[in-house]
C-alpha cells in the first residue's frame, strides 16, 4: 500500500505498532508534492502529535506553523515509511 493509499482510505492517520502516531496531509494547501487535491503525491505534510512530536527523520523538514503541534513539509514518501518501519510497520 502506498501513502496515497493510506490518505485515500484512512484520512492520513497513521499508527505505528509502538504506538507512535502522525498524520499526513495531503490538498492543495497542504506541503505536499504535488500541491493539489488529488494523487498520488511523492511529498507529504507531515503533523506529528502528543510525546511522539520530534523524530529526528523529520527534523530537516520542519517548518513554521501557526497550529499546534510539530508540522514538517514536503517530506519524501521514503522518508515517511523510514519512520513507519523504525516505529515497528503500520499498526494493524
Keep these: 500500500m502506498t501513502l496515497s493509499e493510506i490518505v485515500q482510505q ?19 494547501f497542504a506541503a505536499c508534492t504535488p500541491v493539489q487535491d488529488q494523487g498520488p503525491w511523492t511529498a507529504f505534510e507531515v503533523v506529528a502529535h502528543g510525546m511522539y512530536a520530534v523524530d529526528p527523520r523529520f527534523q530537516s523538514f520542519r517548518r513554521w506553523c501557526r497550529y499546534e503541534g510539530a508540522r514538517y513539509g514536503f517530506v519524501p514518501e521514503a522518508i515517511v515509511w523510514e519512520v513507519i518501519h523504525a516505529h515497528g510497520g503500520l499498526a494493524e
Excluded: E, V
Design 10 to 28: 484512512q484520512g492520513g492517520r497513521i499508527a505505528c505498532r509502538d504506538g507512535y502516531k502522525f498524520s499526513i496531509a495531503t490538498d492543495a
